[in-house]
Structures are given as C-alpha cells and as structure tokens.
C-alpha cells in the first residue's frame, strides 16, 4: 500500500514532530484570546498532536466549526 510506504519514507518519529509543532503552534495562538480555555495538557509528553479547548457559552460552536472547515479546511469535533 502506497501510503503506507509514505508513513515508513518519511518515518513516524518525523511525523509525530510535526504533530507536535503544529499542536504547539495552536497552542501558542491560541492561549491569546483571553475568551479560550485550553483543557489539553501543558506538559509536552501528556499531550500530542490534538488540542482541546472550551469555547465560552455564548459562541456558537456549530458556526465556528463550519467557518474553520470552510476557510481552513481544519476539521473540528464539538464533545459536550
């Protein structure tokens, strides 16, 4: 399978890098809006790739969800 040789090309300790530099760069944006909680944990090796956050309640999560999709083709899931 194709895409299976690309994972063992690139090789998953890469892969996982990026992961982690691409979390930490939400991370870092993130944490400016002062209205986002950032529930995902701090320490580097208790969290990895995903961040997890809490919108305030008056936001509208099905429309933030639909706009990031929409603009940025980031893929978002709301867990109540």
Same mark, same amino acid.
């Given at each position: 399978? $194709? &895409?299976?040789?690309?994972?063992?090309? /690139?090789?998953?300790? *890469? +892969?996982?890098? !990026?992961?982690?530099?691409?979390? %930490?760069?939400?991370?870092?944006?993130?944490? $400016?809006?002062?209205?986002? %909680? +950032?529930? @995902?944990? @701090?320490?580097? &090796?208790? !969290?990895?790739?995903? @961040? *997890?956050?809490?919108?305030?309640? *008056?936001?509208?999560?099905? *429309? /933030?969800?639909? %706009?990031?999709? &929409?603009?940025? !083709?980031?893929? /978002?899931? !709301? +867990?109540?």
């Amino acid at each position: 399978d $194709k &895409s299976c040789d690309l994972l063992e090309e /690139v090789g998953y300790p *890469a +892969i996982r890098d !990026r992961h982690f530099e691409l979390s %930490q760069y939400a991370r870092d944006r993130l944490s $400016k809006l002062h209205d986002l %909680q +950032i529930v @995902t944990p @701090t320490h580097p &090796s208790l !969290r990895g790739g995903l @961040t *997890a956050l809490r919108l305030p309640n *008056a936001v509208d999560a099905g *429309a /933030v969800r639909e %706009q990031l999709w &929409s603009r940025f !083709r980031i893929e /978002v899931n !709301r +867990i109540s």
